[in-house]
Structures are given as structure tokens and as C-alpha cells.
């Protein structure tokens, strides 16, 4: 489909950009505000137990219970549900920054394939590192911006929809080759990972000085009371 229709890489491009635009508008936001918040399953979850009737508990490892003539769901198959949608959203993103590399099908498949088998064994070593890496989401912002402006670019390149330049072709600007691409990564990347270290460190030097002078303030309230 990919090779056939060129225009797919326009959707493709702008789905990244918009993205990159959240992830911009979510590093924008306090990281408190959120913490009071009730968890929410996702909403293929939510829907799910509208339309089948959910067990109160799991029952051993199976996934459906049939009990007075009726099938249950498991809480077990809502969590396989939960993982394959994530699983899912994660390749939304993916798909889309793989092409801007290669279209090499085999490629493709199996760098998405890698990229999903890996991301659960992933998850919770990102997720201790969130508090230190501050800067992620604008180096991902920047990542996903530059990958959606190249994919839509290459869909300019290689137009061929009518209401687009009149159906011709638009290479005013040049496509990134493949060696600046990936070396644009590697220097966002370690950007990011520098500037939040270096961010991590003040905010740790400026939470151990706001220690020490409240230690400094204690003793000298402790002083004044005798």
C-alpha cells in the first residue's frame, strides 16, 4: 500500500507532528497536577466491561467463566486487552517513524516487531528514569516533529494527488538524506540527556541547600528555647 500510494505518507506525517505537538503541551504541564487524579482503565476497557459481564475476581488463569448459563470476562483477559492496546498505540507512532527511514518491507516489520517484544521489558526502566530525564518529552517533541516534516515532505516529493500543486510534484525544499537523519537523532537525543542530568543535578544541589537551611533554622529555634 506504501509503495502504490505515496499519499499515505501524508497522514502518516501529520499524525507525528500533532504528536510532537502534544508532547510539547504535556512537558508545558506541572507534573503535580495530575497525582490527585483517580486512575482510569483505557477506554477499550471501559467498554468492554459495559458489554460483558466482568468476574469481581480472577479465577485461576483463565480468561472466560462460564457459571448459570452466562460467559464472563476475567479480569486476566481485560489486562491482556489493556496491554494489546497499548501495544497498539505504540506502533501508531512507530509505523510512521520507521518509513521515514526505509521502506524496505522485511525492515519495517521487523524493527516494529523488535521495538513492541521490547517495550514491556522497557516500560518500568523508563518510568524510574522519568523523573530525571525532565527534557524528555521536548527531545521526543523534536524527534517526532523532524520524522513528521520528513515523511510529509517526501509525500510532497513524490505527490500525486490532484489538489496538491496541481498534482505535480513539489521538491522546493530537499528530503533529509538517511545518514542526517539519523545523526539528527543521536544529537537530540543526547541533548536531552544531558541537559536533564544537568537539570537533575541543580534541583538535587537546590533540595539538599533548602534541607540544610531548614536543618540550620531547627537549631537555632532549639538554641532560642533553652
Partial sequence: MIESWSWVFYPF?????????SQIREGAED???HQDEEYRPPSIVRWVSRVVPVTDGFIGGRMLYRHGGRTYVTPLLLCVIAIGTADVMF??????????LT????????????????????????????DRVVYLHYGLAAILG??????????????ELPFINGGEHWSAV??????????????????TAAASLAASA?????????????????RRGGGSAL
Avoid: M
Avoid at 13 to 21: Q, S
Avoid at 146 to 159: D, E, P, S
Fill in 146 to 159: 523532524f520524522i513528521g516534516f520528513k515523511l510529509v515532505n517526501h509525500a510532497l516529493h513524490t505527490n
Fill in 31 to 33: 507534573p503535580d497536577a
Fill in 103 to 130: 521502506v524496505e518491507p522485511y525492515l519495517v516489520f521487523a524493527a516494529n516487531a523488535f521495538s513492541l517484544l521490547g517495550l514491556r521489558q522497557l516500560y518500568f526502566l523508563i518510568d524510574g528514569l522519568l
Fill in 91 to 100: 506502533a501508531v507512532d512507530s509505523i510512521p517513524a520507521i518509513y521515514s
Fill in 174 to 191: 530537499p528530503e533529509p538524506s538517511i545518514p542526517f537523519s539519523l545523526g539528527f537523532i543521536v544529537v537530540i537525543i543526547v541533548i
Fill in 202 to 218: 541543580r534541583r538535587r544541589a537546590r533540595a539538599r541547600q533548602a534541607e540544610a537551611e531548614r536543618a540550620r533554622q531547627g
Fill in 13 to 21: 506525517g501529520l499524525w507525528l507532528l500533532w504528536t510532537a505537538f
